[in-house]
């Protein structure tokens, strides 16, 4: 029988559920009438049998107040199984006279309190509070407990970004904190990765039942508990028909799902349900940045494998190309000696075509050696400002041939250091050939060396677009450095293109390219040079009015 509070004003705000169960009819009204007045809502049974199927089949319940004697199983043995059915039940115990053994059994029992007949009403109602502030006091103190082990738990799947390795830990801490036989794991797939099923233990078998259990809880978007006539999953000749589905989510998106297996309906224990929500949140995030790892070491490998053919292809298509280009350039000057006239002009542009294939397969080459780090500098002491006027003079033909005017200011006194000479006269070359060719007839290309010392060179640089490639700037580096700069009055570099001007292949625009001709490894090469000689080199550029490049090295 169950009595809903009356109208009557209730002498506590509490709006818990009592299960009452007595054998004496006069005593059961008494207490749901005293009950139902205070606020609780009440359900009467009359033996301990019927006690255990509300239980079960009417729960969850906050308080039983049971009879010690009834027919069939004792208050005290009922209690006991009230219990098990909801650990966190608080139970009061009513009897006729007390004893030290019942009180012993009472405690043993997890009893919070008893009642001896006759009793008052007042009595009643402080005993009924009283245990269900010890409920509440005990339940806080199995949340505080549950949140810690969360913690704990959310801390060790975090701290995990292989996939398999977090699928395993999250199943085992899952089953650490809720029943089941049998755990399994579902990981939705992407495009890097197929979709994957875990289970603990290895031996589980999931049944059609149990995927079907799986895809109603991501229609459903919630924890789902599952009782089924057909078994969920298999572990060894066991039937597990009971489960409750959890899914993970991250970012609005499931992202997996969480199944726990049974052969018995256990999963109503007081906050499994709510932990394993509150882990899946932490799962979801955990499983996604696992994916998401996942995924980019996925792509990284697949990069890297592009790249390692990439310097493949470039070492064999320029190691095969050399022999068939020495025999070309030598009979297209054979030809040009013994020419004249029209022949003459036309072994003159075979020959100029030849050198240009020429220049690009020792541009491939360098790149070759700068990958196989076999790229070694012969140092030797040198004035920079000699190599940048050697440079000039030996690219003003060709400024001509475009009417441009290519000049250069020589400092006051030389300016010596160590450094490569061949590596420096080929980063100079590249920076002046790059002017040339992107500035219009009529332009002018000036060329200076200079020195800075290091806090005007880090000032520069910082007003200049990052170049991804440059080496950066420590504390600890030279008081001053020598410059090459080179600047000019061409097309200009748009300032969101600037920084990947020193990239290898990369072209400004496709037009340009057309139109200049190039492979887009000249400024590449001269950021690696640089760099190997502990320099560095950057741009400051303005659509449309030109740019200035700058080859820094240290001063030693």
Sequence with gaps: MIHEPLATPPLTTSSARVLIADDDATMSSFCARALSVGGYTVVT?????????????????????????????????????????????????????????????????????????????????????????????????????????????????????????????????????????????????????????????????????????????????????????????????????????????????????????????????????????????????????????SQLDAAYNSLRELDRLKSEFIAIASHELRSPLSIVLGYARMVYDRSTGDQREYAQRLLTGAERIKDIVNDLLRLRDFDRKQMALNLERSALDALARQAVERLIPGAQQKGQDLGATQPDQPVILDLDREKVLLVIGNLIENAIKFTPPGGHIHVEVVCWPHERLAAEIARAVANPTMRRLADAVPANWALVRVRDTGIGIPREQQGRIFERFYQVASSLTREQGGTGLGLAIVSDLAALQGGVVWVESEEGRGSVFSFALPLT
């Design 45 to 293: 049974v009359a033996e301990a049998e019927a006690a255990i199927a509300a239980l079960r089949e009417q729960g969850p319940f906050d308080l039983l107040l049971a009879d010690i004697k009834m027919p069939g199983q004792s208050g005290l043995e009922l209690a006991r199984i009230a219990r098990e059915i909801d650990p966190a039940i608080a139970v009061v115990i009513m009897t006729g006279h007390s004893t030290i053994d019942t009180l012993h059994a009472s405690v043993r029992r997890g009893v919070a309190d008893y009642l001896t007949k006759p009793f008052e009403i007042t009595e009643l109602r402080l005993a009924v509070e009283q245990a269900l502030h010890k409920r509440s006091l005990l339940q806080e103190s199995l949340r505080v407990r549950a949140l810690e082990e969360l913690l704990r738990s959310s801390e060790a799947i975090n701290a995990i970004l292989d996939r398999n390795q977090l699928a395993r830990e999250i199943i085992t801490h899952a089953r650490a904190h809720a029943p089941g036989e049998a755990g399994f794991l579902f990981i939705a797939g992407s495009d890097y990765l197929p979709p994957q099923v875990f289970a603990e233990p290895p031996g589980a078998a999931i049944q059609p039942a149990g995927r079907e259990a799986v895809a109603q809880s991501i229609r459903a978007g919630r924890p789902l508990p599952i009782a089924g006539a057909e078994p969920l999953a298999l572990v060894q000749a066991t039937a597990l028909t009971y489960g409750l589905a959890v899914p993970l989510r991250a970012r609005g998106e499931t992202v997996g799902v969480l199944l726990l297996c049974s052969p018995r309906d256990e999963f109503n224990v007081p906050g499994a349900s709510e932990f394993l929500a509150l882990l899946a949140n932490q799962a979801g995030n955990a499983l996604r940045n696992a994916q998401l790892y």
